[in-house]
């Protein structure tokens, strides 16, 4: 049976190049790996005091698909040289109530895409530290920092046989890391 894996998407731009990347990542996945997007923009802001015995009902549907997903893929812009406020928010969600963090030990990896030449490697390397404190060990090579991403489709939509060459071989190196570790 194939592994669902979660994937987030850090952009909640209808044109997205992070959604377009991810949907890629969707179709190449081996098939012992199901891939899945999940809605993370209607995710009201942290706020403990809402955290209640009786949370909104969008934080209790999202902690159930994390803890549901034997393991999550970021696919991430960069927003000022850091993390948009959306994964982080995702994030925090997804870590409490205190004592029951829906992250632990779920086998993660980190695609950051961006129109700039350096790839995210900012947003990549800040969401890392995050994943440390959550107990989520993390794919570490390939590393994917996908940058120029605005010259890899072209007119039709269709992504370059280069970005989509290094999109499998992340996908291929997660899948049989993933399949080491269970
Ligand atoms: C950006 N962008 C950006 N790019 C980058 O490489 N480093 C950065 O620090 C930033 N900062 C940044 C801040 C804000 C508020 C925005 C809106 C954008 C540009 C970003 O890479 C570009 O908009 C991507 O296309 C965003 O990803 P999506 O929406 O296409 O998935």
Not at 78 to 98: F, H, T
């Amino acid at each position: 049976m194939s592994k669902k894996i979660a994937v987030l998407v850090g952009s909640l731009r209808k044109d997205s190049y992070n959604l377009k990347v991810a949907k890629v990542l969707q179709q190449i996945a081996p098939p012992s790996l199901s891939l899945l997007v999940i809605e993370i923009g209607d995710l009201p802001l942290y706020n403990e005091d809402i955290d209640t015995d009786n949370p909104p009902a969008s934080y209790t549907l999202f902690r159930q698909e994390i803890t549901d997903c034997q393991g999550v893929i970021f696919v991430t812009p960069e927003y000022n040289r850091g993390l948009p406020a959306v994964i982080k928010n995702a994030i925090d969600v997804g870590s409490r109530p205190y004592g029951k963090n829906a992250w632990a030990k779920k086998p993660a990896a980190v695609v950051s895409v961006s129109q700039g030449a350096i790839g995210g490697f900012g947003a990549n390397h800040q969401l890392r530290q995050s994943l440390v404190f959550l107990d989520m060990p993390t794919l570490q090579q390939p590393e994917a920092y996908i940058g120029n991403i605005n010259t890899a489709f072209d007119e039709n939509g269709n992504i370059s046989e280069k970005t989509k060459a290094f999109l499998s071989q992340i996908i291929n190196s997660y899948a049989s890391w993933i399949e080491k570790l269970s």
